[in-house]
T-cell receptor, first 114, second 113 residues
Framework: AQSVAQPEDQVNVAEGNPLTVKCTYS??????LFWYVQYPNRGLQFLLK??????LVKGSYGFEAEFNKSQTSFHLKKPSALVSDSALYFC????????????FGKGTRLSVIA | EPEVTQTPSHQVTQMGQEVILRCVPI?????FYWYRQILGQKVEFLVS????????KSEIFDDQFSVERPDGSNFTLKIRSTKLEDSAMYFC???????????FGPGTRLTVL
């Protein structure tokens, strides 16, 4: 069965500092990996994805993530955090066969402090 | 930029009543989904829909739930007899291809009293 682990409920970082939000996954076959962000009272917004190719993927708002197959990880990173990055971040995975659904992690709340 | 829309934004209902949550996916998308998020918990998959039929459903999606695409633009989720535990935020999503990212609507907050 597919699963996603986001080990941190909360990440606090000072504005201007680099941030990392961790994600590990378990899936049969090759994974399709996604990061979404949720602002208060809003839906999920797509940030970036890994399907195939370069392990380092770049997405919206200066975010990037690195796919590490040996560690089954897909950590979200940003070199310099902004206060406006404060939100709830979800990692999601699906397998590459059939109609396997998208499975989400429990989310990590990022707080960027000025 | 096209977006997924959902109505209503908030629905309050009495236990045992039927509710219909409505979604308008992005017009050229082919795959449609419903998810729910109980307050403070993770987003959970309910059902996927393609080519006018359910392609996958979770254990949550029991006989009380049904989906329909009645007119080629709307995509609805019906809960036949709501329970207290159905209270959650319900998100609709759509995509052009199941390998691609899904685009989510703003959600409908369902409160069952």
């Amino acid at each position: 069965a597919q699963s996603v682990a986001q080990p941190e409920d909360q990440v606090n970082v000072a504005e201007g500092n680099p941030l990392t939000v961790k994600c590990t996954y378990s899936v049969s076959g090759n994974p399709y990996l996604f990061w979404y962000v949720q602002y208060p009272n809003r839906g999920l917004q797509f940030l970036l994805k890994y399907i195939t190719g370069d392990n380092l993927v770049k997405g919206s708002y200066g975010f990037e993530a690195e796919f590490n197959k040996s560690q089954t990880s897909f950590h979200l990173k940003k070199p310099s955090a902004l206060v406006s990055d404060s939100a709830l971040y979800f990692c999601a995975v699906r397998g590459n066969s059939g109609n396997t659904p998208l499975v989400f992690g429990k989310g990590t709340r990022l707080s960027v402090i000025a | 930029e096209p977006e997924v829309t959902q109505t209503p934004s908030h629905q309050v209902t009495q236990m045992g009543q039927e509710v219909i949550l409505r979604c308008v996916p992005i017009s050229n998308h082919l795959y449609f989904y419903w998810y729910r998020q109980i307050l403070g918990q993770k987003v959970e998959f309910l059902v996927s829909f393609y080519n006018n039929e359910i392609s996958e459903k979770s254990e949550i999606f029991d006989d009380q739930f049904s989906v329909e695409r009645p007119d080629g633009s709307n995509f609805t989720l019906k809960i036949r007899s709501t329970k207290l535990e159905d209270s959650a935020m319900y998100f609709c999503a759509s995509t052009t291809d199941r390998r691609n990212e899904q685009f989510f609507g703003p959600g409908t907050r369902l409160t069952v009293l």
